[in-house]
């Protein structure tokens, strides 16, 4: 598979449109794969949520100050968060002919950031699980779609993907990045 030919825009395909319809693709894929594991991923197996570099996330609330929570509370708030503004008709239009609004670009880097964080962490805490269900085919393949995606339209920073450069490198060379 070549998810380079899966990122790339669609001759004659409206930007905003393709990245809203991947978007959406890469939220059920990650909330499936997620809720997969929530059997492994609780709060007394992951009172905070931690990635790679052993890295703490934490969420931020309404006023902005840096809340650290358990993976599970932060897969909570980070799906709820997501789910409300793919079904926003005024930040993801299904409407034909209804204009993207402004800053759209900016909510689909942080829709990315937060699944990157949670795909993340399911590398970090939760492998060895995710090996013996057998879904490890699953995640590389939809962790370099998404990786190759993101970087595509810069929907991700580098500073943010770092840690698992050495993962996205031997993922991305075998589906021909």
């Not at 059997?39 to 840096?66: H, L, S």
Request: aromatic residues 14%; hydrophobic residues 40%; charged residues 20%.
């Amino acid at each position: 598979m070549d998810v380079k030919t899966l990122s790339v825009l669609p001759k004659g395909m409206d930007e905003a449109e393709w990245l809203a319809s991947n978007t959406i693709t890469f939220f059920k894929n990650i909330n499936l794969l997620s809720s997969a594991l929530s059997e492994f991923c609780t709060t007394r197996t992951c009172p905070t949520t931690r990635g790679p570099g052993d890295v703490t996330y934490c969420w931020t609330d309404d006023q902005g100050k840096k809340v650290r929570c358990s993976a599970p509370l932060y897969t909570d708030y980070t799906m709820s968060y997501i789910q409300e503004l793919l079904t926003d008709e005024q930040v993801f239009p299904t409407k034909a002919g209804s204009a993207f609004p402004r800053g759209y670009l900016f909510l689909v880097q942080r829709i990315f950031l937060y699944l990157f964080r949670m795909l993340a962490h399911l590398y970090w805490a939760h492998f060895q699980d995710i090996v013996r269900m057998d879904l490890h085919p699953h995640l590389n393949t939809l962790f370099a779609h998404f990786v190759t995606f993101g970087r595509e339209f810069e929907l991700l920073e580098l500073a943010e993907t770092a840690p698992l450069e050495d993962l996205i490198s031997a993922l991305c060379s075998q589906y021909r990045y």
